[in-house]
Nanobody, 115 residues
Framework: QVPFVESGGGLVQPGGSLRVSCTVS????????MGWYRRAEGKQHREWVI????????ISAMSVKGRFTIYRDLAKSTLYLQMNSLKPEDTAVYYC????????WGQGTQVTVSS
């Protein structure tokens, strides 16, 4: 059973916003640092994007700093990624996982930024 289920991706114009979600058990969400990762087409590895650590602080890659926000809703067992001011280079499949990541990954959700 895959513990991470991502959803909410889609096509958005440059400069637009999108929020993607990840359903994960409340116990995992509460007891682990959680992060979002992405893999662009043609790239072999996933890239770490942003994380919410156990103390509640956020750390993000320089490429998304100030544009992406991560937060969680324990009551809904959901991790969110709010993406603003999207750029074509943000196009990728987005995944959630713990930080450091487990060996099991969800199917991800495709985000395409294009006019």
């Amino acid at each position: 059973q895959v513990p991470f289920v991502e959803s909410g991706g889609g096509l958005v114009q440059p400069g637009g916003s999108l929020r993607v979600s990840c359903t994960v058990s409340e116990s995992i969400l509460r007891t682990n640092a959680m992060g979002w990762y992405r893999r662009a087409e043609g790239k072999q590895h996933r890239e770490w994007v942003i994380e919410l650590n156990r103390s509640g602080s956020t750390i993000s890659a320089m490429s998304v700093k100030g544009r992406f926000t991560i937060y969680r809703d324990l009551a809904k067992s959901t991790l969110y990624l709010q993406m603003n001011s999207l750029k074509p280079e943000d196009t990728a499949v987005y995944y959630c996982n713990t930080v450091p990541s487990w060996g099991i990954w969800g199917q991800g959700t495709q985000v395409t930024v294009s006019s």
